[in-house]
């Protein structure tokens, strides 16, 4: 590629969130009329650093020049007049307006309102590009694909020249897909620039021109796409297994504890979630499911658990003497009184599980408040759990009578998962259930799930971090897009196959 | 019946016009995802406020200037209202404060300041009967257009109000068009819709916050004015401005959160209000709190149908009632 002059350049960035460098030491340059793909694992700091570039959070160290020109991007406002427009992974849209509306909001143009005007102006936008919109649609009418468009469109009306797209096509159909490349294709031959985050291989290399890796925080490196493939960026994206010592016994006389069949599961929107998804998890035994965040984990996980309504396929549980139930149509009451537990850490920790407000008796409570005597509810066994846990989780807290909220982040999901535990499961569904949690407390956890291995519970485990995976479970499963995309030996994989199957939708063999 | 409608109509308007003012207020308050259950203190309070300045400016005088004389209570009014409107804006979107607490607590605040007021101005006027009349600047306010009376039926039920009167619908109708036609209105939906999208957008949430409830204030505020020197033609006695508040609050759900719907509302919430008094002679006279729920049966029933027919528009502003914290984003 011949010397392009850079719009955009960013000089050794850190940004700090407490102790953890959400990034460091990046320094990376956009050039004009390019499509830069930004890759990594979950956690790389892809999003933190876009969020820096379109004034959302501001760098702790390090300088940011536009047309080599110094600048400071302290708000999104600072951003659009620097011509530098961000279209986040959550959509920010205005439910009751119509697309015009949403797209001139906030913005100071001279003159009086005139919407027929502004949508004369969007209608030439969307031909330019090529996208099609009806500018007068509500956005509650809209389909996800549209309201990405919104959004878009709401970028380039405000004149940006550098596009910044987190994880676009997470949402969108193949077919959408397809169209959305189209567009910015034709942004490029605009002259415009565009930064896409995506975790999908196969889309790097079909749009891209050039493709930068970060991980853990770092910049690694960036290549030009046409010279490279998908496994030296796997290798790039992955890099050397940090080694570490959990234990993990042998499993013994696994049985069959739950088995799915033709699994399907659509969300609210009609998107399909979990597409004819089969496993067996057996008792005595750790299956890890990897994948990137959104592709089917948490509804994977609440189809057992009986909170998600499920389009198709089977789900049935087998007990000690090898009697069959299918779990399908059943409530989650008694799902959970089969001895199936789930213990979800959503992102927000307090989101699904534990009410923030209760103390930690309390908590426990809400498990077992269907025990007790007539109308009265017995305390005391929630009071000697709490602890209990307290006492063998460590968890640091004043008392028991602590509201949960004022825990710390560790301490909350020990509570979770000590409780879910306690409920002497038979099969324990966890997600997530380090997330956030430093070395110390993140070992803890391993070690009661491994305990729980041993006891013969069957352990379903939801994991972000690849390392973790391959030394904690006996077999993994991994999800691309909804779908199993192979299921392999822990013992026998390496990162980089489990890294190949994450971004191969459907690809791979059943290795069972 | 045109003898019954030229008597019912102008009775029914005066009524009406308080809970015009109230609603189109609250209406505006709520737009910027405020629930400002104040509404009713506030337009005590407003009444209270123009009461004093007309008390210290027309005691001892025989002849008021007639613009000092409106001027006054006006001002007084709307100060009234806006200091009730920025503590309530003080206490809601600066502190975070729980709205439904803070408005009802400005709601006895409201009335009880009002009725303190009342009771010293009452005790210092040494009348006989416990109330302030205050016909002189009464006279001012309830000024009719002049060529009311020759016009008729028509003049008696178009044109025999006071100023206030049509400048409620002036303000109506023109709260109305700054919300659905201007850019200012399109970014105050957008606050009280989404703040964390205003905010991306790169609106100043807290602005358009603080200004549409503190305008929203004064205009709820008027109608306690409006109340006391017209429609009670200058007579302040403790506790009659009833329970005013709180049917412009039921009128803004029954408008659906359109002020220009709130004209013909306001009307007809004041007729139901007053309907009890053209009860045919002879009829048992405690069916007459039977008809005073009218309003309120009616906003119900409004209820009902807007959720029936669940049409997202129909709905309020989807963060009503919630604080808006950047960092959640």
Known sequence: ?512 | MLGFLIRFIPRAVGQGIPLMYGSVGETLTEKSGHLNLGTAGIMYVGGICGVIGAFLYETGRKTLNPFLGIAIPLVCCLVGSLLMGLLYCFLTVSLRANQNVTGLAMTTFGIGFGNFFGGSLIKLSHADLPSIALSKTSALFAAKLPFAGSLGWVGKIFFSYSFLAYAAILIALGVSYVLNHTRTGLNLRAVGESPATADAAGINVTRYKYTATCIGAMISGLGGLYYVFDYASGVWSNNAFGDRGWLAIALVIFTIWQPVHSIWASIAFGGLYILHMFIPAGTNLAIKEIYQMAPFLATILMLILTSINNKRENQPPASLGLSYFREDR
């Not at chain 1, 620039?193 to 790097?204: D, F, M, N, Q, R």
């Open chain 1, 1 to 512: 590629m011949e010397k392009k002059e850079p719009v955009l350049q960013l000089k050794h960035v850190t940004k700090r969130f407490g102790e953890v460098a959400a990034n460091e030491d990046i320094s990376l340059d956009v050039y004009k009329g390019e499509i830069l793909a930004l890759l990594g694992e979950n956690g790389s700091g892809k999003t933190t650093l876009m969020n820096l570039i379109s004034g959302i959070y501001f760098p702790d160290e390090g300088e940011i020049y536009a047309n080599g020109k110094q600048v400071v991007i302290a708000s999104p406002r600072d951003a659009f007049s620097l011509d530098i427009g961000m279209i986040h992974q959550h959509f920010k849209l205005v439910d009751v307006l119509t697309a015009t509306e949403n797209i001139v909001l906030g913005l100071e143009e001279e003159g009086k309102l005139d919407l027929k005007k502004s949508a004369a102006r969007i209608e030439e936008i969307c031909e330019k590009y090529g996208f099609s919109m009806d500018p007068s649609k509500k956005i509650y009418d809209m389909s996800v694909s549209e309201k990405q468009t919104v959004e878009i469109v709401k970028v380039l009306y405000r004149g940006a020249s550098l596009l910044i797209l987190d994880e676009p096509t997470a949402v969108l159909t193949p077919q959408e897909t397809q169209t959305l490349f189209g567009v910015l294709r034709n942004m490029k031959q605009d002259g415009k620039s565009v930064i896409i985050i995506t975790h999908k291989l196969a889309e790097v290399l079909e749009i891209s021109d050039r493709v930068a890796i970060l991980r853990h925080g770092r910049y690694i490196t960036s290549m030009d796409t046409d010279k490279v493939n998908a496994q030296e960026l796997t290798d790039a994206m992955v890099g050397h297994a940090v080694s570490l010592n959990i234990e993990r016994p042998i499993p013994k006389k696994p049985r069959d504890r739950i088995v799915v069949e033709g699994l399907t599961v659509k969300s609210e929107d009609g998107v399909v979630k979990l597409q004819n998804v089969g496993f067996h998890a057996r008792s005595g035994e750790i299956l890890g499911i990897a994948g990137v965040a959104g592709n089917g984990q948490k509804e994977l996980l609440e189809a057992i658990a009986g909170l998600q309504p499920i389009e198709s396929g089977s789900i049935r549980y087998l007990d000690e003497d090898g009697k069959e139930e299918e779990l399908v149509g059943k409530d989650p009451q008694a799902i959970m009184e089969l001895g199936v537990s789930l213990a979800f850490v959503p992102e927000d920790r307090l989101g699904m599980g534990l009410v923030g407000n209760m103390d930690l008796a309390d908590n426990m409570m809400l498990r077992s408040f269907r025990n007790g005597k007539g109308i009265f509810t017995d305390r005391k066994a929630p009071r000697e759990l709490a602890e209990q846990v307290v006492e063998k989780l460590e968890v640091n807290t004043p008392g028991i009578a602590t509201m949960v909220r004022k825990l710390s982040g560790g301490n909350v999901q020990k509570v979770l998962v000590g409780r879910e535990i306690a409920n002497a499961p038979t099969v324990l569904l966890t997600a997530y259930a380090v997330r956030g949690l430093d070395i110390h407390s993140s070992y803890t956890i391993y070690d009661l799930i491994n305990q729980q291995k041993k006891s013969g519970v069957a352990v379903v485990y939801v994991g972000e971090d690849l390392d973790v995976l391959l030394e904690l479970c006996d077999r993994i499963l991994v999800l691309c897009d909804g779908q199993v995309s192979g299921i392999v030996d822990a013992r026998k994989t390496d990162k980089q196959e489990i890294g190949f199957l994450m971004t191969s939708v459907g690809g791979g063999t059943d290795a069972q």
